[in-house]
């Protein structure tokens, strides 16, 4: 059966916030201390940086609002036991959780290869 355990709820909790904010602050150091402003423009990566940003959003959205329909009804089982545990052992809601948390990682894992992309082509350039 198929259901989230209390030590599994910081990992799908971290998905939401830790995600995003480790590219936000990866973004900024390189962009402030390496100053990567100049490379930007010549090499247009901000497009791809923008696309991926919308992209983490909403996933880490959706996994909220699944996570919460997931707990509302895990929450009623003591009052419809019977309909709602066949909803909730269900793996096709479970299986959607694992997909919002390894798409946000697989977005993380290319906005970071972005970021080392970005710092070797502007050392390339000012050498």
């Known amino acids: 059966m198929y259901m989230i355990t209390g030590e599994m709820l910081p990992l799908f909790m971290a998905m939401v916030v830790v995600v995003p904010l480790t590219y936000q602050a ?35 959205i959706s996994y909220v609002f699944v996570m ?23 793996k096709y809601l479970y299986r959607a959780l694992y997909v919002f948390l390894f798409l946000n990682i697989y977005l993380l894992t290319i906005a970071i290869a972005i970021c080392i992309i970005k710092f070797v082509l502007n050392v390339i350039i000012e050498y």
Do not use: C, W
Request: hydrophobic share 55%; no cysteine.
């Open 68 to 90: 919460a329909i997931y707990m509302a009804m895990k929450e009623t089982v003591s009052l419809t036991s019977n309909v709602v545990d066949v909803i909730v052992s269900s």
């Open 26 to 60: 990866i973004h900024g150091i390189l962009e402030r201390q390496f100053q990567f402003h100049t490379v930007l423009s010549i090499y247009l990566l901000r497009p791809m940086e923008i696309m991926l940003s919308i992209m983490m959003f909403p996933t880490a």
